[in-house]
């Protein structure tokens, strides 16, 4: 039972490059997150997949787009990568959307545009 | 691996002395807290969590202290240890529209020998 992974671990890109990260959990969860990580700014939401079929916008949306493949995976694209794009990134998921249900996450991917 | 969170703020205990850990949470809407525990190069893991209709919960040398009035929430940690080394984060649910966990910035705890 693995909970959550993330590929790659680690990335750099150069500006105007895309990529795509991955997310797949085992854990038969409803709700899936992706959080991006800055130092001094904790963790921001950018885009969130409450069901299967269904994505919304969270915080910090822009440069980034997303796609719930099935109910095991959620994957964050940056489709132009920018300096203010380095970050580490982080997905999780939940039973179901809001705190209450508990969040898993993945060890994190940490991605540098140069 | 680099540690995230370069700039937060930062307690200083001894090992065997208590930690209090403070957090501002900025929604009365909020309903749920959580704080999570991350420490180098990993992901966030869940410590303890409490509901607003509560103003204490305790867990194995954690308690969490809940104060609606003030917007005010703290994590306890007694006879810190080495292995209590890292960031704390607290975490919001506000129940408005489409519910969402909200992070506070994190205080990094540094465990002295």
């Known amino acids: 039972n693995a909970g959550v992974t993330q590929t790659p671990k680690f990335q750099v890109l150069k500006t105007g490059q895309s990529m795509t990260l991955q997310c797949a959990q085992d854990?038969?969860?409803?709700?899936m997150y992706w959080y991006r990580q800055d130092p001094g700014m904790g963790l921001r939401l950018i885009y969130y997949s409450a069901s299967e079929g269904t994505t919304d916008k969270g915080e910090v949306p822009n440069g980034y787009n997303v796609s719930r493949l099935n109910k095991r995976e959620f994957s964050l694209r940056l489709e132009s990568a920018a300096p203010s794009q380095t970050s580490v990134y982080f997905c999780a998921s939940s039973f179901g959307t809001g705190g209450s249900y508990g969040y898993t996450f993945g060890s994190g991917t940490r991605l540098t545009v140069v | 691996g680099e540690s995230v969170g370069l700039h937060l703020p930062t307690l200083s205990v001894q090992e065997g002395d208590n930690s209090i850990i403070n957090c501002a949470y900025s929604n009365s809407a909020s309903d749920y807290f959580i704080w999570y525990k991350q420490e180098s190069g990993k992901g966030p893991q869940f410590i303890i969590d409490i509901r607003s209709n509560m103003d204490k919960r305790q867990g194995q040398r954690v308690t969490v202290l809940l104060n609606k009035t003030v917007k005010h929430l703290s994590l306890q940690i007694a006879a810190t240890q080495p292995g209590d080394s890292a960031v704390y984060f607290c975490a919001e649910n506000i129940s408005e529209g489409a519910q969402k966990l909200v992070f506070g910035q994190g205080t990094r705890l540094t465990i002295n020998p």
């Open positions: 854990m038969n969860h409803n709700s």
